[in-house]
């Protein structure tokens, strides 16, 4: 038997270790923020200076994830902030290869999503499970950090090439990818859907839905109100800094078992075998 399912005290700081939240309403609701939180903020900044915004993305996500990787069990400030700083430079990435190389979202949507297959390919070779609540060692989560990186740009591409090429506007994007966003929550809710795959099913789809919602407010052009990058991306950074203030103290976020096993934290670290 394997020695990590014969010790109680190794299986509760092996939980304790999680490296993200629980999946719930609020998660949702943060992820959806980070998307046109990331969209309009990597637009405001591209129109000011595109060196400079070159700069707080590269050195914005490098700060984040090293804040995040030095963790030892998940902090929503830091979970957060990284997520936050992937989406801007998400965006970033799929725009340069669009505007910089000229290359098309036609092509760059299907390049991102062969991408991501590969991530995922890789991951599940490697640890033999994509579970969100298997992240509990630094191998696992360098994979889902790749993962949520390379989601997030194929997202934008995605977001860009029904709304701009296929010229549905961004209002209709919205309504399409909510539509499509529905697949994976029913297929979960009613039918008995590999929760797993309807988990990033869905978490792919968050980032056009948001980016497009954002697009739609913000831009004055494609069927969008014009309100301003800057004043989207304004709104979006207080309610999102409010919200993870709140889970923060809350730890309404906080998976169950790891919030269970906090009294276990003086116990030594050991080393998570993978599932």
Do not use: C
Not at 66 to 85: C, D, G, I
């Amino acid at each position: 038997m394997n020695a990590a399912a014969t010790s109680p005290a190794r299986s509760r700081v092996g939980h304790a270790l999680t490296k993200v939240p629980e999946i719930g309403v609020i998660f949702w609701v943060l992820k959806l923020l980070t998307t046109g939180m990331g969209e309009a903020m990597s637009d405001f900044l591209g129109q000011k200076s595109v060196p400079l915004a070159a700069f707080i993305g590269l050195f914005g996500l490098a700060l984040a994830l090293w804040l995040q990787l030095r963790q030892l069990a998940y902090r929503a400030p830091y979970y957060w902030f990284a997520v936050m700083m992937v989406a801007i430079f998400g965006t970033m990435a799929a725009d340069g290869i669009h505007d910089g190389a000229g290359i098309g979202y036609a092509v760059t949507t299907p390049l991102f999503a062969i991408v991501t297959a590969a991530i995922f390919y890789t991951w599940y070779r490697s640890e033999g499970t994509l579970s969100i609540h298997s992240i509990n060692t630094r191998r696992r989560e360098l994979f889902y950090w790749a993962a949520v990186l390379s989601t997030f740009a194929l997202g934008t591409a995605a977001g860009d090439l029904t709304a701009i090429a296929f010229k549905l506007g961004f209002f209709a994007s919205v309504w399409v990818f909510a539509a499509i966003i529905a697949i994976p929550a029913l297929g979960w809710w009613r039918f008995g859907m590999n929760p797993i795959l309807a988990f990033w099913f869905a978490y792919i789809l968050t980032r056009p839905l948001g980016a497009s919602f954002a697009d739609f407010f913000s831009k004055p052009s494609n069927g969008g109100l014009g309100a301003g990058d800057g004043t989207v991306s304004a709104v979006a950074l207080v309610v999102f800094v409010a919200l993870v203030g709140w889970v923060t103290v809350t730890k309404r976020d906080v998976q169950v078992a790891a919030h269970a096993s906090h009294h276990d934290a003086h116990l030594p670290q050991l080393a998570v075998e993978p599932e």
